[in-house]
Nanobody
Framework: QVQLVESGGGLVQPGGSLRLSCVASRTIFSINAMGWYRQAPGKQRELVARFTSGGSTNYADSVKGRFTISGDNAKNTVYLQMNSLKPEDTAVYYC?????????WGQGTQVTVSS
């Protein structure tokens, strides 16, 4: 099993930045893939960014060039640096770990982009 705890959400103005953190209960590079998803009201949950233990990284087209996913194995932590935030980035952001055949989720953290 993998437990995930997110933090770092909040209210930010358009054009601002936030960094989300996700602490995992095991070494992150022992996990097949880790990533961030988001869900806006009335919409399906969507992938934002993820990386695999094999070294590949992918981003949603809507966040390319603005968001960066990274990991710190010593801290068992995955980050999502979000820059140039837009109102359409408003959503609950969830950390995900794909470990063996299972998906594990954090509790979610709200990000609101508004003036």
């Amino acid at each position: 099993q993998v437990q995930l705890v997110e933090s770092g959400g909040g209210l930010v103005q358009p054009g601002g930045s936030l960094r989300l953190s996700c602490v995992a209960s095991r070494t992150i590079f022992s996990i097949n893939a880790m990533g961030w998803y988001r869900q806006a009201p009335g919409k399906q949950r969507e992938l934002v960014a993820r990386f695999t233990s094999g070294g590949s990284t992918n981003y949603a087209d809507s966040v390319k060039g603005r968001f960066t996913i990274s990991g710190d194995n010593a801290k068992n932590t995955v980050y999502l640096q979000m820059n140039s935030l837009k109102p359409e980035d408003t959503a609950v952001y969830y950390c995900n770990a794909h470990y063996w055949m299972y998906d594990y989720w954090g509790q979610g953290t709200q990000v609101t982009v508004s003036s």
